[in-house]
């Protein structure tokens, strides 16, 4: 069936207490519209389109970062969430499908609820969830198995109250219904907002069927403040690290290894403990990757070694068998197979031929204060410990550099550069040195 995702992102989030509109706002690594845009991919729906309204430059940005062929339409005002769900009315024109509305500030849904959902054969159909805590949710009041009408907290009798089936906000309708059931929405509640929720009731009056699906109330976990961000990111983590493990990732502890929502790492990979998988890494079958490391955008390959204590930042590819050790930092630089870097050393915009050794405390020196410039080490190279190399350079294939040079220019193939002061002997003269700071030193402690 043809379906239409309709994602509300207008509200401000006041609770957040922020200047980035709360739907931006990260959930492992991702913003937590993009989780919800996810989720809803399962449809493959023929349109996605966003209601923005706070914020709505830096929603649509971020959009077109993931879907570029979302579209983000605008509500001026916040006059509630059927008004909201309005504004996608023209990005809708002549779509016969089936429409589902979600909120940008409910990422968990499944999939797979998102797919029980459209296959609702009811006129109407949304998605409640037996709440542990009901709190401030809307409650569905049911009659049998129609849903005769959503009531607000707000505007709840005591005895409404206690209704513990609640909403979760989706909802599921051809899209002409959708639009044709919103105009007839008012705003005589005790909000005075235009209320999604009011579809239920107005649809039962005209005779047609109304559906609840059922979720689990993790599902439908909204974000409204800051400790909920965390609470959700949490939730997320817990959830992300038990699939791992069950897809065949050694994490030896658990709790202390932060994924984002696009982490992938294949199946008998070791992460030792206190890793941070920021977005964009990959990490093959195989590999292993040691405590206290920080991975953003990057790709390890099979039996690579990662850390204790490396940093790889966006754009960094390692190949099979590359061992990356500690206090390491690479960016924007590819590492051929079986080349090492193993102690204390930052290699940027760069490449390592394969089986090349980067002795420690080399650092390429690829900004010069304006620009950045490349460094390219060509294979079975040998860095010298704490070499220098100011890019732009090339160093040659089986080169080697000694330890401590600044090396400014290229090196050819099977070269040998040093680049450092020679070394001066003086016989004698430290003996005498020592001799003369001693004296100095009793002087000032008798004239003192
Ligand atoms: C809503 C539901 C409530 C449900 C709860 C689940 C309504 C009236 N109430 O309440 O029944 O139990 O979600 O979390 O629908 N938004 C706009 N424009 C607006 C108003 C809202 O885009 O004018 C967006 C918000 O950014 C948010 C979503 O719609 O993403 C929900 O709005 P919110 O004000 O949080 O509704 P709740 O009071 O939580
Ligand atoms: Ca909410």
Redesign the pocket.
């Known amino acids: 069936m043809k379906t239409a995702l309709i994602i509300?992102?207008?509200?401000k989030?006041t609770r957040m207490n922020s200047d980035l509109p709360?739907?931006l706002h990260p959930i492992a690594g991702a913003p937590m519209l993009h989780h919800a845009m996810r989720a809803g991919d399962i449809l493959d729906p023929e349109h996605t389109v966003i209601?923005a309204?706070y914020g709505a430059e830096a929603v649509t940005t971020s959009v077109a970062s993931i879907d570029p062929g979302a579209q983000v339409v605008l509500?001026e005002e916040?006059?509630?969430?059927a008004?909201?769900a309005a504004q996608a009315r023209d990005a809708l024109a002549g779509f016969d499908g089936r429409a589902i509305v979600l909120?940008?500030?409910?990422p968990f849904v499944r999939p797979e609820t998102l797919q029980e959902l459209t296959a609702s054969p009811a006129d109407v159909t949304v998605l409640g969830f037996e709440a542990a805590d009901p709190a401030?949710?809307?409650r569905l009041v049911m009659n049998g198995t129609q849903l005769e009408r959503?009531v607000?907290f707000k505007d709840a009798t005591p005895s409404e109250r206690e209704i513990t089936l609640?909403?979760?906000?989706v909802l599921a309708a051809p899209a002409p219904l959708l639009f044709d059931l919103i105009d007839a929405v008012g705003n005589n509640n005790a909000q005075n907002?235009y209320?999604?929720?009011e579809l239920p009731r107005l649809a039962r009056a005209r005779g047609l069927s109304v559906a609840v699906t059922r979720c689990n109330e993790a599902e439908?976990l909204?974000i409204?403040s800051r400790a909920e961000l965390a609470a959700a990111d949490a939730q997320f983590q817990t959830r992300a690290r038990a699939q791992l493990m069950d897809d065949g990732v050694t994490l030896v502890a658990p709790d202390t290894v932060y994924l984002s929502l696009d982490t992938i790492i294949g199946r008998d990979a070791l992460i030792e403990p206190n890793v941070v998988f920021g977005p964009g890494v990959t990490v093959e079958s195989g590999a292993t990757v040691r405590a206290f490391s920080h991975l953003e955008g990057c790709h390890v390959s099979r039996g690579a070694t990662v850390g204790p204590y490396a940093r790889l930042r966006p754009g960094t590819e390692l190949a099979e068998d590359v061992r990356i050790g500690n206090f390491v930092e690479i960016k924007q630089a590819t590492i051929a197979a079986g080349a090492k870097v193993n102690h204390l050393s930052y290699v940027g915009d760069a490449t390592v031929g394969p089986a090349s050794n980067i002795g420690a405390g080399t650092i390429t020196c690829n900004y010069d204060g304006v620009m950045k410039h490349r460094t390219e080490i060509g294979a079975r190279a040998f860095i010298g410990s704490n070499t220098m190399l100011v890019a732009p350079l090339t160093v040659g294939d089986d080169a080697m550099t000694g330890s401590g040079s600044v090396i400014t220019s290229d090196v050819e193939d099977g070269a040998l550069a040093i680049a450092r002061a020679p070394q001066v002997e003086k016989p004698g003269m430290a003996r005498k040195l020592f001799e003369m700071l001693k004296a100095k030193k009793a002087r000032q402690s008798r004239g003192s």
């Open positions: 509300l992102a207008a509200g989030g709360k739907v209601v309204g509500q916040q006059l509630g969430t008004h909201a909120f940008g500030d409910t401030r949710y809307g959503i607000e609640c909403n979760s906000g907002e209320y999604l929720t439908t909204g409204n």
